[in-house]
């Protein structure tokens, strides 16, 4: 029982199904029978995040069957070479304790510039790069919430009734707003202004109160054990650690790609993200999409952003 909890984790099934295999092939082919329940256990969690199982067998197969390099593969947008330059290090962010304040850097000329060029070349699409910096209401680190807040304004998105009650009119007030005049401006008018007021809604709904999104219980069974297994060679990852990390996420912690497609999952939204690439990375990383495929995709409205580590910028369709 003890081998059947270290491979399938917490999924009584998978751990059921594992001890019938090794029962059945003790005799002849006892790893085969552990390595195909693994395969099965993993390309369930993956389905459960909303790919494909085609998609989840692809990045099995191409991370040489490895569960974390899979997970970490598919969140950065089926990129090999990301994965490898990134590797654990963008997801130890889930356990450590201090946030540190982002560098100016991830915001030049050089990263916008770079936005621009790939947009145009990945997705044929003229954009304009606007930075809403990182206040949101009273939180911080919420670059993010504020792309997604100008994504959903400059969109035809209509918020269904589960959402907070302040979300209608925050919407309408953030649309009435040139938005890309808000690019650089100080961040006190734009964490004032209904556009800010309406990223922190969504945070919190996302993060905080009685029953946030990604404490509810369809939202765990989704993605909290892609959480507990995404940093190889860490601690081993508790449910206190991702209540930690919630209420991190709530006040000043930094979205990360776990975060965007449990958004889009949950908004039934396409989120598009440009990342940068860095100089020393050998090639450029792949554009991310991060999306349901339950849902039906011509019903989706599309938010593009850029990502460079910490930070988030909303990237505008020049039409």
């Keep these: 029982m003890s081998d059947a909890i270290d491979a399938c984790g917490s999924n009584t099934q998978a751990c059921v199904d594992f001890c019938l295999a090794r029962a059945q092939n003790t005799a002849s082919e006892p790893d085969s029978a552990v390595q195909e329940v693994k395969e099965n256990e993993a390309a369930d969690v993956f389905c459960r995040l909303g790919y494909s199982v085609e998609t989840a067998n692809q990045a099995l197969e191409v991370s040489d069957f490895s569960f974390v390099r899979a997970l970490q593969f598919l969140l950065y ?21 201090n946030v540190h304040t982002p560098k100016i850097s991830l915001t030049s000329e050089l990263v916008r510039a770079q936005y621009r060029e790939r947009a145009l070349a990945d997705l044929h699409l003229h954009v304009a790069v606007v930075d809403l910096g990182q206040y949101a209401g009273l939180t911080t680190g919420a ?19 589960t959402l907070p009650v302040a979300v209608p009119t925050l919407l309408d007030q953030a649309r009435a707003l040139d938005l890309r005049a808000s690019d650089q401006q100080t961040c006190s008018i734009i964490k004032e202004s209904a556009l800010g007021s309406l990223a922190a809604v969504l945070r919190q709904y996302f993060c905080a109160g009685e029953s946030p999104v990604l404490l509810r219980m369809d939202m765990l069974t989704r993605i909290y054990e892609a959480f507990a297994c995404l940093e190889a060679g ?13 209420k991190r996420l709530a006040q000043n912690e930094y979205a990360d ?18 990342p940068f690439t860095p100089q020393q990375a050998p090639q450029p990383w792949s554009v991310s999409t991060y999306a349901n495929t339950d849902a ?20 505008d369709r020049i039409l």
């Design 143 to 161: 670059s993010f919430w504020l792309c997604l807040a100008a994504g959903l304004a400059s969109s035809s998105w209509v918020p269904d009734q």
């Design 296 to 315: 039906v995709a011509e019903n989706y409205i599309t938010i593009l952003l850029g990502n460079n580590d910490v930070h988030y910028m909303w990237l």
């Design 257 to 274: 790609e776990l975060v965007i497609l449990s958004v889009a999952m949950e908004l039934s939204v396409r989120i598009v993200c440009v």
């Design 77 to 97: 947008g089926s990129d090999l070479a990301r994965t490898k330059y990134l590797s654990n290090s963008r997801f130890k962010r889930h356990t450590r304790k």
């Design 234 to 246: 860490g601690p081993d990852r508790t449910m206190a650690m991702y209540k930690a990390w919630i």
